[in-house]
């Protein structure tokens, strides 16, 4: 038996990288009877049949895991946006960072394509918000230097609307990589999607980046009841204030004595992003115990 770790999934096979090898692997039917897929960034053990190919066996305990995108293990979620077309919705870079935080995971803003568009009102939110945010370019590599030391020693996932260039930062990173990049579309103001599969990229900053496809991240699987339990805390500048709420359980949308909303009322706390929260509250708030979308295989433990 052997241990590595998944570093791509293609079409029913896990590449799994052990003592700098590359095994190709099925999983064993037991998963699929059990309820759990094996995961891009999985720690495994691979039992090997014949050279170069073999079975996962058995996960080893996960530090977190997504289920869009399927990856495992992140230590860092990079989102990307624009204020550049295609524009990116504030409330979808929420949404999107509160179940990475959800997760455990460090959020790493990204506003591509600052040549176009330096992105102000984003800066100027997420700054304030306490979330790292960084201008970069794929284009004329403003940035680049910047983001591979937040990249280094990190396994990190990129995602982020289509058109808004994943494959071109990554590509400008190490141009090795040469992934398929899409261009953005004239009329419908957004990309084609390039990303086909998730796979791990070693960076030669010393990082690696998971690729994954698309912006179907962070759908309906990752909007269940633990995050309707603790969105308050998925909001980093709300933590101060939520000790001196007046009432246990306030949902710091409308109620007296709210600490998050005397805040926001004082300019501590950006209208956008309460506004966020009280969307994805609302969202969330007909949710029931036995509508929870929480992942059996979740994330505890770690390595």
């Known amino acids: 038996m052997r241990e590595g770790r998944i570093q791509k999934a293609l079409s029913g096979f896990y590449y799994v990288e052990s003592g700098g090898e590359i095994l190709t ?32 066996e058995r996960i080893l305990p996960r530090r977190n895991a997504f289920t869009r995108p399927a990856v495992a293990n992140i230590d860092q979620m990079a989102i990307i946006a624009s204020a550049a077309p295609p524009v990116t919705d504030p409330f979808l870079i929420d949404r999107m960072m509160s179940a990475a935080i959800l997760r455990g995971c460090q959020v790493l803003l990204l506003l591509n394509k600052c040549d176009l568009d330096p992105a102000d009102r984003l800066y100027n939110i997420y700054r304030a918000s306490g979330v790292e945010t960084l201008r970069v370019s794929a284009a004329t590599g403003e940035g680049l230097g910047e983001l591979k030391a937040f990249l280094q020693g990190r396994l990190s996932a990129f995602t982020g609307n289509s058109g808004v260039g994943k494959s071109s930062i990554l590509n400008a990173l190490d141009p090795a990589f040469r992934l398929k990049t899409g261009e953005v579309s004239d009329a419908l103001g957004r990309g084609r999607h390039t990303t086909r599969h998730t796979e791990i990229y070693r960076l030669s900053c010393g990082g690696e980046v998971v690729d994954t496809p698309g912006f179907s991240a962070f759908e309906t699987e990752e909007l269940n009841l633990e995050l309707k339990a603790r969105l308050p805390e998925t909001f980093p500048e709300f933590r101060p204030f939520l000790p001196d709420c007046r009432f246990v359980g306030c949902s710091h949308t409308k109620e007296k004595g709210c600490a998050v909303l005397d805040a926001l009322r004082r300019g501590e706390i950006r209208p956008s992003r309460h506004a966020s929260y009280v969307r994805l509250y609302e969202e969330l708030k007909p949710l029931k115990e036995w509508q929870s979308g929480a992942r059996k295989d979740g994330a505890s433990g770690g390595r």
């Open 25 to 56: 692997c099925r999983a064993r039917g037991k998963f699929r009877k059990d309820g759990v897929s094996p995961l891009v960034g999985d720690f495994a053990e691979v039992r090997e049949l014949e050279p170069g190919k073999g079975f996962v």
